[in-house]
């Protein structure tokens, strides 16, 4: 990903170990956030057959926030930009999911009408950011994948 991050500037890069270890705490993010979702117990209901309306609006939330970034990374990565692929990315993990949705989603957590479409929405928006940053982490996103599969929810 810190490789990624310089292609606006060329074929030439003038490597900055700052920016390395920038990448190496976006990867203890990642791997926290997950340790967070995968810690989390779904209950006994069922949540594959949960409306979008019965979604707390934090989660409705993510999920847009989840569908612009994802349109953003297709659209960088079709450009051939992958700085701006690597700092969508970066923005929606760290900004919008681990600084304010996880923190969020605490509340719903511990309400159990709420748990289970919470877990479920933290499982999915955790499963599609996986696959986004796989061609640039494969195997950080690949073994937390595997992981997150083997959760009671996925």
């Known amino acids: 990903?810190?490789?990624?991050?310089?292609?606006?500037?060329?074929?030439?890069?003038?490597?900055?170990?700052?920016?390395?270890v920038t990448w190496r705490h976006f990867g203890n993010k990642v791997w926290n956030a997950t340790r967070f979702v995968l810690m989390q117990e779904p209950g006994n209901d069922s949540a594959n057959n949960i409306a979008p309306v019965q979604l707390p609006l934090e989660a409705r939330w993510i999920l847009s926030k989840l569908s612009r970034t994802t349109a953003s990374c297709h659209e960088a990565l079709a450009a051939k930009e992958l700085d701006k692929f690597?700092?969508?990315?970066?923005?929606?993990?760290?900004?919008?999911?681990?600084?304010?949705?996880?923190?969020?989603?605490?509340?719903?957590?511990?309400?159990?009408?709420?748990?289970?479409?919470?877990?479920?929405?933290?499982?999915?928006?955790l499963d599609v950011s996986l696959r986004l940053m796989h061609p640039f982490a494969p195997f950080i996103s690949e073994e937390l994948w595997h992981r997150l599969r083997m959760h009671p929810i996925a």
């Open 1 to 20: 990903l810190a490789l990624a991050s310089y292609m606006h500037n060329g074929p030439a890069i003038n490597l900055d170990l700052s920016r390395v």
């Open 86 to 125: 690597t700092q969508a990315l970066q923005e929606f993990f760290i900004g919008d999911f681990c600084d304010v949705f996880l923190e969020a989603s605490k509340g719903p957590l511990g309400d159990p009408s709420q748990r289970v479409p919470t877990v479920r929405v933290l499982v999915d928006v």
